[in-house]
């Protein structure tokens, strides 16, 4: 069974798979889709700011940052 989460929630590397962008700002989806952030997408997070925002991330093969509260919009399944 897979555990459903937002990619904010995942700690230091952990991967997980993108199932679903959670906005109904279609400028902001667009933004994330432009990004490479789809859902069926692995991501691994790499390291995350002392204070915890940005959130490092690993994603079709090159790191990128995201703040927190972008993080909190992307839901992710754990992989077993």
Do not use: H, S, W
């Not at 279609?26 to 952030?37: T, V």
């Not at 997408?41 to 490092?56: E, F, M, S, Y």
């Amino acid at each position: 069974m897979m555990a459903t989460k937002t990619l904010a929630q995942l700690a230091i590397n952990q991967t997980a798979l993108i199932t679903k962008l959670n906005t109904d700002n279609a400028q902001y989806r667009n933004k994330l889709l432009a990004m490479g952030i789809t859902p069926g997408c692995k991501v691994n997070i790499v390291r995350t700011a002392p204070l915890g925002d940005p959130i490092q991330i690993t994603i079709r093969g090159f790191q990128l940052c995201l703040r927190k509260t972008e993080a909190e919009t992307i839901q992710v399944e754990l992989e077993d």
